[in-house]
T-cell receptor
Framework: AQRVTQPEKLLSVFKGAPVELKCNYS??????LFWYVQYSRQRLQLLLR??SRESIKGFTADLNKGETSFHLKKPFAQEEDSAMYYC???????????FGQGTILTVHP | NAGVMQNPRHLVRRRGQEARLRCSPM?????VYWYRQLPEEGLKFMVY????????ESGMPKERFSAEFPKEGPSILRIQQVVRGDSAAYFC??????????????FGPGTRLLVL
């Protein structure tokens, strides 16, 4: 069975502070990991995926197979980063994304 | 491209009625996925469809729920004899090819179903 855990339901930081949203997964094979974001009044959209190894809006995420983690990081948070963030996993069942419960990030001015 | 469209955005039903949720994928997309989000929970996969085919329905409840994606028209998620526990947000996503790792799933705005 595959599972994604986001231990923090709420996360608050001040503008300019570093932010890390935690994601741990459970999967026996080699998964593909994603971060999705939902800004206020907008639909869910892909933020980044680990296979592309890119930085989007200053966010990065590294897949750590030893710790089975895929934490999302940004060195300097901005107010516009305030949103709901979901970590998701895709295993060998193509198309089937398994989501974590989400973390609401609030960046205070 | 208007993106993935879902209607209705909000749906209220009484216990025992039927709910029909529609999803129009993005133009050119032939793969559709349905997810359900219960209150205070993450999105949970329900079903993956291609045109006229169900590819993976491992997340669908065994009874009362069905999904289709006909050759013409939107994908339909149908819930018969709704119960209060069916109250949730139902999200549809689409992709151009099958949901392989490099293929992004684009999400619709969701339909919020409330069962009274």
């Amino acid at each position: 069975a595959q599972r994604v855990t986001q231990p923090e339901k709420l996360l608050s930081v001040f503008k300019g502070a570093p932010v890390e949203l935690k994601c741990n997964y459970s999967y026996s094979g080699s998964p593909e990991l994603f971060w999705y974001v939902q800004y206020s009044r907008q639909r869910l959209q892909l933020l980044l995926r680990h296979i592309s190894r890119e930085s989007i809006k200053g966010f990065t995420a590294d897949l750590n197979k030893g710790e089975t983690s895929f934490h999302l990081k940004k060195p300097f948070a901005q107010e516009e980063d305030s949103a709901m963030y979901y970590c998701a996993l895709m295993g060998t069942s193509y198309g089937k994304l398994t989501f974590g419960q989400g973390t609401i990030l609030t960046v205070h001015p | 491209n208007a993106g993935v469209m879902q209607n209705p955005r909000h749906l209220v039903r009484r216990r025992g009625q039927e709910a029909r949720l529609r999803c129009s994928p993005m133009k050119g997309h032939s793969h559709v996925y349905w997810y359900r989000q219960l209150p205070e929970e993450g999105l949970k996969f329900m079903v993956y469809l291609q045109k006229e085919n169900i590819i993976d329905e491992s997340g669908m409840p065994k009874e009362r729920f069905s999904a289709e994606f006909p050759k013409e028209g939107p994908s339909i998620l149908r819930i018969q004899q709704v119960v209060r526990g069916d109250s949730a947000a139902y999200f549809c996503a689409s992709s151009h090819n099958r949901g392989e790792n490099e293929e992004t799933q684009y999400f619709g705005p969701g339909t919020r179903l409330l069962v009274l």
